[in-house]
């Protein structure tokens, strides 16, 4: 398998334990709440095995580059995704 198809796996494996804990901590505070954005998550997941296969690219397929920078990524865009709408704004 090829250098930077195995770093966009560990990029989208990254992003979605990222996805997963906040699904979790989620579903912690707001129980009644059970509907699942698929278009938000696959977004998410999307860029994160971009970044994985960019970061992995430039670590000659450093598996654990990969996994950590979907992972941030993913973390990152959760965070613009709050604060948009703490400002109101659709997004």
Same mark, same amino acid.
């Given at each position: 398998? /090829?250098?930077?198809?195995?770093?966009?796996?560990?990029? &989208?494996?990254?992003?979605?334990?990222?996805?997963?804990?906040? =699904?979790? %901590?989620?579903?912690?505070?707001?129980? %009644? +709440?059970?509907?699942?954005?698929?278009?938000? =998550?696959?977004? /998410? =997941?999307?860029?994160?095995?971009?970044?994985?296969?960019?970061?992995?690219?430039?670590? +000659?397929?450093?598996?654990? =580059?990969?996994?950590? /920078?979907?992972?941030?990524?993913?973390?990152?865009?959760?965070?613009?995704?709050? &604060?948009?709408?703490?400002?109101?704004?659709?997004?």
């Amino acid at each position: 398998m /090829s250098l930077i198809l195995i770093s966009i796996l560990y990029g &989208i494996l990254g992003g979605l334990v990222r996805a997963l804990i906040g =699904l979790l %901590k989620y579903y912690g505070k707001n129980i %009644k +709440h059970k509907k699942i954005r698929f278009g938000y =998550l696959t977004f /998410s =997941l999307v860029v994160a095995a971009a970044v994985g296969a960019f970061a992995g690219a430039l670590e +000659h397929g450093d598996w654990r =580059l990969a996994i950590l /920078s979907g992972y941030v990524w993913t973390d990152f865009l959760e965070g613009v995704y709050k &604060i948009k709408q703490e400002e109101g704004l659709e997004i």
